[in-house]
């Protein structure tokens, strides 16, 4: 009897083909699960007006963990016109499977590590003092609180009148609003909690203590977003000289962040935001260790132990209609190695991620990606290794 039951997402497009390729590398380094593949995106979107069926839920909330691969997107008007002749015009529109588990199991812990394999060429390098170049070894950690902030979806257009009003009482909002018509108004509110703020420092403080990292950055702006921001420093500050006097505290503002990360990337180890500012600086050091071939993100709810893995990318749709698939699929391998991490596995996470090192470093297999190719069907002929062929390399070096 396997030892683990894992939801399994495939989704759409190329979610199928890298979520496959991911249990192949478990199987390998011999990781005892049972799949239970669990219905999720565009299809049962079109077939059933639902991209998250209740079904899936209900797999989540028994077994705990998903793989999860990747799903399409659509403009309202698009989704609406593809749903099944029986469901249009009955009021259904399209949200996102992926931001509805977030919010129906409250994962509101997102860990993305972003760290260079040795050799990859799409890795970030700059030029050196005597004039040649140098690539820095970046490895970091960056926890984004995941469903609050801008993102938790509390907003208006032409706000009722009770939130105008509210929003009356604020002196800077009437002086500066208050002679607009509502209708010209729009307002998204950004909410931090005292609760779920402590949540996501805490995830990042106890990361960096497990991991050796010598300190967190909290990359917000409370310069300016007093309330919010503020509050998010404040707290790290009273945690870190509490609890973790070890770790050194650093605050840097978003918009600063956004220029060290390419000047000093190597210098950071964890960092800590809100959700907005976190989707930004996590794709920011995405960039610089390969971009979307490489990053992999967690999503967990530290209470009730529900997490999703993932790839950070799209479904690319087109690519899986290619005979040979050409995708990279290491991102969601690495999406299956932070799963291992995450339950204990750490000796099967370790063995994996020395196998991709090894055949990144090595570079006899390449995607097209990594040749810096455009991606079309004869990439393959132009020295590219398929998706498959990327996995088969991996699973050699186990």
């Not at 009770?162 to 609003?177: E, G, I, L």
């Not at 010598?214 to 509490?242: C, F, H, L, W």
């Not at 698939?325 to 991620?353: F, H, S, T, W």
């Amino acid at each position: 009897m396997a030892k683990y039951k894992i939801v399994a997402l495939p989704g759409d497009g190329i979610g199928k083909t890298v979520l496959a390729e991911a249990i192949r590398v478990l199987d390998a380094v011999g990781f005892e699960a049972e799949y239970i593949y669990g219905d999720i995106g565009w299809e049962f979107w079109k077939k059933e007006g639902n991209p998250l069926p209740e079904r899936t839920i209900k797999l989540l909330e028994e077994h705990k963990i998903a793989l999860f691969g990747a799903i399409t997107s659509k403009p309202k008007q698009e989704a609406a016109k593809e749903l099944a002749p029986e469901l249009q015009g009955k009021g259904l529109v399209y949200s996102s499977p992926i931001v509805g588990l977030r919010q129906y199991f409250k994962l509101e812990i997102s860990l993305r590590p972003c760290r260079t394999y040795e050799g990859n060429p799409l890795n970030f390098i700059r030029r050196s003092k005597d004039g040649g170049f140098e690539e820095p070894a970046v490895n970091v950690a960056i926890f984004r609180q995941n469903t609050e902030g801008l993102y938790s979806g509390v907003e208006w257009s032409n706000p009722p009148e009770q939130v105008y009003n509210a929003f009356m009482t604020h002196p800077k909002f009437a002086k500066n609003y208050g002679n607009l018509p509502k209708e010209d108004i729009a307002i998204s509110s950004r909410i931090f909690t005292r609760g779920a703020t402590e949540r996501i420092l805490r995830a990042a403080f106890e990361y960096a203590r497990k991991y050796d990292y010598k300190s967190v950055t909290v990359a917000e702006k409370p310069n300016v977003i007093r309330e919010t921001s503020g509050m998010m420093y404040q707290m790290a500050k009273d945690m870190q000289q509490k609890d973790y006097p070890e770790i050194t505290l650093r605050n840097v503002n978003i918009d600063a962040m956004t220029m060290w990360l390419t000047k000093n990337p190597e210098d950071y180890g964890v960092i800590v935001s809100g959700n907005m500012f976190g989707d930004i600086v996590s794709d920011g050091f995405a960039g610089l260790i390969g971009g979307l071939g490489f990053a992999a993100s967690a999503q967990y709810n530290p209470q009730t132990r529900v997490a999703v893995f993932e790839p950070t990318h799209g479904s690319a749709p087109k690519y899986a209609e290619y005979q040979t698939p050409i995708v990279n699929p290491i991102a969601m391998i690495e999406a299956a190695r932070m799963m291992l991490e995450y339950i204990g596995e750490q000796e099967k996470a370790d063995r994996i991620r020395k196998a991709i090192a090894k055949v990144v470093k090595d570079g006899k297999v390449k995607t097209y990606d990594m040749l810096k190719l455009k991606g079309s069907p004869d990439v393959i002929k132009q020295g590219a290794a398929s998706t498959i062929e990327m996995t088969d390399a991996i699973i050699a070096n186990l």
